[in-house]
């Protein structure tokens, strides 16, 4: 059992302000056996396995308003897996129908709403629900977390890598800057890039996949990086029709090839 960050939901809330107990009235309380927290990949693989194990008496607090997590929340140009597809699926959900063998955020948003809908998750999940904090009450017989205001579980789980909020660096004279600013995580899909000057700060790996995709439409670009990292060719393809035919046949034909499809990406990829 993971424990949040935060025990305290009036610690929790930015404006200080005591968040709402849990028992407000016009506030609908659930008292289920386990929370669990965002509807990522950690979270809905959570659900899953609660399923498997017989337990459907849960709830999956959402704050957004559909599943997908990192691949809901990125849509930058280029955004795709740096994990090869055939592994970067959970292993009870392989995806015979993966276009690419690096495919792009759309598809794999697809694919977690897909296994939403498989496990037959959607019941569970309560969106637009987000957590403030979470406060364990010993005084239950059982103990039991209030994780928000929408329900109680003796049991909360949140995924290590759900706290996906984008990080912007504390750069002095950004907030004055008169140009158009966003992070790759809340791209402006209606900005218009073409013809602009643009900067492009950091080369992780988002960096890695945005640059090549904007560069040919952009007037200038400049990239910044405080520290170079190798850069190698993806080796990114489409997995050709009689290849997901095969899959989709023989499973075990995709099994076989995943450590295969690993050894290139590790070989490759280098530390980006
Ligand atoms: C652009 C990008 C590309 C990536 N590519 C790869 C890759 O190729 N291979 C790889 O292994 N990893 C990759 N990652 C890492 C990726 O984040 C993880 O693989 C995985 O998606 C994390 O899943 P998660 O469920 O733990 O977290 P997330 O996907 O971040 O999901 C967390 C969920 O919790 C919700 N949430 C957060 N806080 C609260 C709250 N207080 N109350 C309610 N809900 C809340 C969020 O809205 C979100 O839906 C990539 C990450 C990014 C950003």
Known sequence: MARPETPDPAAARADGAAAPAATEPGHEVQHVRVAVIGSGFGGLGAAVRLRQEGITDFVVLERAASVGGTWRDNSYPGCACDVPSHLYSFSFAPNP????????????????????????????????HEVLGARWDAGRPAGRWTPARAATAPTCWWPPAARSDPSVPDLPGLDGFPGEVFHSARWDHDYDLRGKRVAVVGTGASAIQIVPKIQPQVGRLVLFQRTPAWVMPRMDRDI?????????????????????????ASSRSGPS
């Open 97 to 128: 129908d993966w276009p690419r063998t690096f495919s792009g955020q759309s598809d794999i948003r697809a694919y977690l709403e897909r296994v939403a809908d498989r496990f037959r998750l959607r019941d569970h999940l309560r969106f637009n």
């Open 240 to 264: 050709t029709p009689a290849e997901r035919w095969v899959y989709r046949r023989f499973p075990a034909a995709q099994r076989a090839c995943a450590p295969r499809c690993g050894g290139c």
